[in-house]
């Protein structure tokens, strides 16, 4: 026995049909399998065709035998009709026989009796009403059920017209089909029945004809009480209708998908914003390709296949919506497979949460925590800035950043980064793309100090030239003020490449205040790790353990250790022995901002210096402690040289040529040195409290005393030279350094350090004249002209050049090697250089000296004043100088130079040489006029006068020979 469907093949089978089709025709039965995989094809051919008579109600037969020695099959085919009233399969019986003549009756007769039986089963132990109509409607053959559907007997059936069980609005219209099924016709229809108990009942009725002998003598009928279906429809239709109120309610997306992808239900949100539509009916069938654009909808259909095809549900995962608007959702996508009774997967449900608040907040933290780390791990404030606009436009979507600050003088912006790194929109380095207020999309920012959004599409024109790539462009550019307490600390700015991006500004607005405070504790960490870094003075961390446990470059610089050895020994072990207890005193003591304490510290070579330490600040609970230290080693130093040199300094002053004075407030004399005599003919008394200005010539006085009075307190300046007038009425001119150092209480006054420079005087009056005379030689004679052109290297010169340096060629050119190689080479990188200077820097004019060779070999000083022309687009194209013969004016000068350098070799001599020999007779004239009758040794001091009296004449007559030979 084999059931057959005619949509699905083989839906059941015993063991004696796997058996058979494997003995007899070597295939194998299996669920599913049709008929042309069971039989031979002709034979499934013969089977096939039975079997579509017998969808129509008639029971087929048929027989198969291979050759005439083969076995006989028999096929019996019956229809079996289903809940629905519908055959959609058969039962196959199969039975195998020796077919002869003897018993082909035989064959018939079962054929019939198997005929017999089936109607028999078919009509009385049908589960539904099986009824026979005559050609008027009156019952002539009932089942079972058909009485008991109609709530009466069988008997009391059959004296029955059918019509009484018809309400009276319906009879009309089932008489008609009634009248159709007479007429040959199959009819299938609903109609209500009312019992003979008054029960109203739902029937769902087939009729067709009865033919016999090709006669229509009746029409066969099969009920079926569908009352409680209907109700149960009902019900389910009220469900579905609750169910979409429920679900057209949710403020989630709701989908159900078939397994092509179809809709098979969604709720109204998915329906309007989705979809784009306002009618639910229209949304059925239709797949992601009908409202996403194909790529989107590939990927949304190859989701939910991998949903349906493997079987796993996903859960809340986030995922972006894209609305029919064109605007975005961030959700929480559930997709579960949707599965039949049989647990088979046809389709999927989908719920979609709206959970784009959500995300954004957690969007805001998380750029947030990634721009700190970003500012915490990078060492630079720039590396910092190119990550955080690389983190904001991965995580936001934007394809190009860039980061701009104030200028020192806030009157621009200053781009200071820019990413991708090997992508920068605008020419120049970084630092070279400025903005002012309202001048672009950064400037627009400034001035607003507002987020900005612009778009290509609005053709403002800030987004021009602004290509990605050969064919993207930015489309969509947004800028952000950071701003920090009303202060603007930066300004970043990102580009994407997405038209009409959508923006979502409050992300942007509560992030910048987090960015602002990274950025500004960058700056304070990088100001803090530069000072740490560069500072000049000694920082480092040290332990109350002894150990020092971080040293600033300028420690390990000053002691010259390396870092580990500086950090792996005890820095008592750097200490100088006697200063190790003061040091321990102050540990034990620790001050913040105490008073400074100074020791000695010990270099790798040995050396001690002195050093002063002040303890910054100490952690208790790390027991460390910050301490800054200043080299003081030169001050100590200078303190002992400074003591040496007071002695020397009283005798400079005291037995010095120069003129020490200090004046009070009203610029009166409070001390004068000795050497006051020399200068004014006056004694130390008579200056005493006198004015300064009456010392002073009249037409000069004006010159110093507005400088004088307006000298600060520690200010020192030299003062322009003037005259003075000593006892006699002589004219001395004076060089003067003024200090002002009223408030020391060891001077109390305006420091006068004075020298007589009349002399000096005297011959720079005499170089003047000497200039004057030059400057009247040099207007009298031709300078040397000259046109150099850049491009060619060829130089033209004007004919001196011949009765200046002996040259001459056929044009008056030459070449720029030929030029080079008469500068002398003593000279030649100096000159080189500044040529390379006028012409990188475009510096317009440059003077310079430098020799010349002469034809005859000889150098001379020229004096060349170049001047640099440029084209229209300030490029240098030529040079025109104009050269000098200098030789006489610096020969003259070095003349004057080494004069002045005898002379004041010869007042050195006497303001210095002299004075030896003369204060130790000096002093030892005060012996004896002092001490004499204590002395012992006279004789021998006597003989000490005549050596330092022969010593001072033979320096006098050395500088009276000096002199004599130098005027």
Known sequence: ???????????????????????????????????????????????????TFCKKGRFQTHTYQKNLDAPVFSFYIAPIISENHKIESISLSIEKTQLTSGNEENLLLKELNYKTQFYSNLFYHNPDAVFLFDQEGNFINVNTQ???????????????????????????????????????????????????????????????????????????????????????????????????????????????????????????????????????????????????????AKKVIADNDLVMNSGKAVYNRQDIVEKGDGSQEMVLLTKVPLKDAEDNVIGLVGIARNNTDAFLQNKRKDLILKTLKAFGDKRTFQDATIKTLEIFSHELGFDYAEAYKLSANNIELIRTAYWPENLDLKEGDSESVRYKKDDGLPGKVWSSMNIEI?????????????????????????????????????????????????????????????????????????????????????????????????????????????????????????????????????????????????????????????????????????????????NVTAIKNHAALLRNSEKRFKALVQEGSDHIAILDHDLKFIYNSPGTEQLYGFSIDQLSHTYFEHRVCSDDWSKIDGILKEL?????????????????????????????????????????????????????????????????????????????????????????????????????????????????????????????????NSIQNLTIEYRFRCADGSYKYMLDRSHLMLDSQQKPIRIIGSLQDITERKSHLIAIQNHNKRLKEIAWMQSHVVRAPLAKIMGLVDLMINYREDLDNIDEILENILISANELDGIIREIAVKTENEL
């Open 1 to 51: 026995m084999i059931t057959l469907s005619y949509a699905k093949g083989v839906i059941a089978f015993d063991k004696s049909a796997a058996q058979f089709f494997e003995e007899n025709f070597s295939s194998e039965i299996s669920l599913r399998c049709t008929l042309f995989a069971l039989f031979p094809s002709e034979l499934a051919a013969q089977i096939n065709e039975k079997m």
């Open 146 to 296: 058909s009485a008991r559907i109609a709530e009466t007997t069988e008997e009391e059936l059959l004296q029955m017209h059918f019509l009484p069980f018809i309400p009276e609005k319906e009879k009309e219209q089932v008489l008609k089909y009634f009248g159709r099924a007479l007429k040959g016709e199959s009819i299938d229809y609903h109609c209500s029945f009312v019992t003979a108990k008054g029960t109203l009942k739902y029937l769902e009725v087939k009729n067709f004809p009865i033919v016999y002998q090709q006669e229509i003598i009746g029409v066969y009928g099969i009920a079926k009480d569908i009352t409680e279906k209907l109700e149960i429809d009902r019900k389910r239709r009220a469900d579905k209708q609750m169910l979409r109120a429920i679900i057209d309610n949710i403020p989630d997306y709701i989908f159900v998908k078939d397994r092509n992808n179809r809709s098979i239900l969604t709720n109204k949100k998915f329906a309007n914003n989705i979809l784009g539509l306002d009618d639910l009916k229209t949304n059925s069938n239709i797949t992601p390709l009908d409202y996403f654009e194909e790529t989107k």
């Open 454 to 630: 612009i778009h290509k599409e609005d053709n403002t024109g800030l987004l021009k030239n602004m290509m990605l790539n050969e064919t993207e462009s930015i489309q969509t550019a947004v800028g952000i003020p950071i701003i920090l307490q009303g202060r603007l600390i930066s300004i970043l700015c990102f580009g994407s490449k997405v038209h009409r991006k959508k923006i979502e500004q409050s992300i942007y607005s509560d992030v910048s205040i987090q960015v602002a405070s990274a950025m500004e504790r960058k700056l304070s960490q990088n100001q803090l790790s530069d000072f740490f870094q560069y500072s000049p003075n000694l920082i480092a961390v040290i332990g109350l353990d002894g150990f020092i446990k971080m040293a600033n470059p300028a420690f390990v610089k000053t002691f010259n250790y390396s870092k580990t050895e500086i950090l792996s020994q005890p820095f008592s072990t750097f200490i100088h022995p006697h200063d190790l207890d003061k040091t321990f005193e102050a540990i034990k003591q620790i001050s913040v901002g105490g008073e400074d304490f100074e020791i000695r510290c010990r270099q790798k070579n040995g050396d001690y210096i002195w050093i002063s330490w002040r303890f910054s600040r100490f952690f208790e609970n790390e027991n460390i402690v910050y301490i800054y230290g200043t």
């Open 712 to 840: 600060k307190e520690g200010q020192r300046i030299q003062l322009p030279s003037y005259r003075v007038k000593d006892q006699s009425d002589t004219i001395h001119w004076i060089e003067t350094i003024a200090t002002n150092l009223s408030d020391d209480d060891a001077v109390g006054g305006i420091v006068l350090n004075s020298r007589d420079i009349t002399e000096f005087i005297v011959q720079e009056r005499q170089l003047i004249e000497s200039l004057k005379r030059y400057d009247i030689v040099a207007k009298a004679t031709s300078d040397i002209i000259t046109d150099y052109h850049i491009a060619s290297g060829i130089m033209k010169a004007s004919d001196t050049l011949e009765s200046v340096f002996g040259w001459t060629s056929e044009n008056g050119s030459f070449t720029s090697e030929w030029w080079n190689d008469k500068i002398h080479p003593e000279d030649f990188e100096e000159v080189r250089k500044s040529a390379q200077d006028l012409l990188k």
